[in-house]
């Protein structure tokens, strides 16, 4: 029983950073024209576009960590 709640508190902790990065992400592309020599200076467009798509990866890997727990547990 407690390998099954240990992968369920890792997905849910995976999904909750990432959708906390998706959020981070967004508000600095918000942001942007109030610090636009840094934004692009960091790389723009595709270091949010980067931002989301490791956010991406990381909540699909917490939904998957969730399946495999709640799949194989008993």
Do not use: F, K, N
């Not at 099954?4 to 998706?22: E, H, K, N, P, R």
């Not at 960091?42 to 939904?63: E, P, R």
Request: positive net charge; charged residues 10%.
């Amino acid at each position: 029983m407690q390998h099954l709640i240990g992968g369920l508190a890792l997905g849910g902790l995976a999904i909750l950073i990432g959708l906390a990065w998706v959020l981070g992400a967004l508000r600095r592309r918000r942001e942007r024209a109030d610090t636009l020599p840094t934004y692009r200076a960091t790389g723009g467009i595709l270091y949010t576009i980067s931002q989301l798509g490791c956010a991406g990866v990381l909540i699909l890997g917490g939904v998957a960590i969730l399946a495999l727990m709640l799949a194989g547990g008993r």
